[in-house]
């Protein structure tokens, strides 16, 4: 972080530029500023309290959304008041040197239904039944 004199005037943008936040962390931080009193801008910490509750009751999944929800109200506070949000949903990926959403490249495993085993073998035993009997 610069060190700024009195004299220097600190910029409004401390280069933040656009906040990135997948759906749900953003709906959850929404709806902790929705339901703060005016004028409490630590909704963060509130964030942050109710991640440190579910992790201390061994909910680690919760906790690293709760905390993910701290980090994204944090940097909203933090950020130059007109800051882009954008919110990724399911399935979309943020391509910085772009700077635009793209379609995530992870692929999906797909599961392939296997036929039992039973049911092969008496399928085979069926087909050489039907053999024998044509060589008669």
């Known amino acids: ?72 109200l944090e940097t909203r506070a933090c950020a130059a008041a007109g800051a882009e949000v954008v919110v990724l949903e399911e399935g979309e990926e943020w391509d910085p040197d772009r700077g635009k959403k793209i379609k995530s490249r992870k692929k999906v495993k797909r599961t392939k239904t296997v036929k039992s085993k039973k049911k092969a073998k008496s399928t085979n035993k069926v087909k050489s039944r039907k053999k024998v009997r044509a060589d008669k």
Request: charged share 35%.
């Open 1 to 72: 972080m610069p060190d700024y004199d009195d004299d220097d005037e600190i910029p409004d943008d401390l280069g933040l530029g656009t906040i990135v936040v997948r759906r749900p962390v953003y709906d959850e931080g929404m709806k902790l500023l929705d339901a703060a009193p005016a004028g409490e801008g630590d909704t963060f910490e509130t964030a942050r309290g109710i991640a440190d509750d579910h992790k201390a009751a061994g909910e680690e999944d919760k906790a690293e959304h709760w905390y993910a929800v701290a980090v994204y």
